[in-house]
């Protein structure tokens, strides 16, 4: 089976703008959620997506949203970018809720965005 | 906000000594998962330990899980220069709405020297 994939892998940015992450998860996997990593906070959690509906939501500004496709892929957007946001945006997909080897979430290899 | 801590934050140990790391938590959970992360890359997945276990082996991976001290470890034998990343503790626990979230540690970063 193939992995997680997340495109683009490498991205540059300027202050203001707009950004689209996109993620497909292991086929068969239907929950798919977005991590944030910089050096300064770390891992955390952004949002989580399952039958295209946002389940939940990390603490971050409205300017970070998301969306899941029917076919359970993934995209994130944040609007308006700010210096701060430059980090590795990783997406990770996990198999079925319910079941504890649904909680084994298997990750994608990142967005580098560098927002200057 | 994070819910793991790990200790040490850098490590390093000659190729074929054991590496252990440890992490503690604040809340109850549900199970605890460890991940390595090989230089800015993707994260790993390396293995889960249920709340209700106290062990749990993998390879050369050893996970303790002490819930009434809100710890673990994971301890890495015989280790290998391949084994040089970072290590992340996360603990699991669900929303109400049903969500699985996992929130990591700050990771402690190893280093294995040949």
């Known amino acids: 089976k193939a992995g997680v994939t997340q495109t683009p892998r490498y991205l540059i940015k300027t202050r203001g703008q707009q950004v689209t992450l996109s993620c497909s998860p292991i086929?068969?996997?239907?929950?798919v959620s977005w991590y944030q990593q910089t050096p300064g906070q770390g891992l955390q959690f952004l949002f989580e997506?399952?039958?295209?509906?946002?389940?939940n939501k990390g603490n971050f500004p409205g300017r970070f949203s998301g969306r899941q496709f029917s076919n359970s892929r993934s995209e994130m957007n944040v609007s308006t970018l700010e210096l701060g946001d430059s980090a590795l945006y990783l997406c990770a997909s996990s198999l079925n809720p319910g079941s504890v080897r649904s909680n084994e979430q298997f990750f994608g290899p990142g967005t580098r965005l560098t927002v200057l | 906000s994070q819910q793991g801590e790990e200790d040490p934050q850098a490590l390093s140990i000659q190729e074929g000594e054991n590496a252990t790391m440890n992490c503690s938590y604040k809340t109850s959970i549900n199970n605890l998962q460890w991940y390595r992360q090989n230089s800015g890359r993707g994260l790993v997945h390396l293995i889960l330990i249920r709340s209700n276990e106290r062990e749990k082996h993998s390879g050369r991976l050893r996970v303790t899980l002490d819930t009434s001290k809100k710890s673990s470890s994971l301890l890495i034998t015989a280790s290998r220069a391949a084994d040089t990343a970072s290590y992340f503790c996360?603990?699991?626990?669900?929303?109400?709405?049903?969500?699985?979230?996992?929130?990591f540690g700050k990771g402690t970063k190893l280093s294995v020297i040949p």
């Open positions: 997506y399952f039958s295209e509906t946002q389940r």
């Open positions: 086929s068969g996997h239907r929950s």
């Open positions: 996360a603990t699991g626990g669900y929303s109400g709405a049903g969500s699985y979230q996992l929130t």
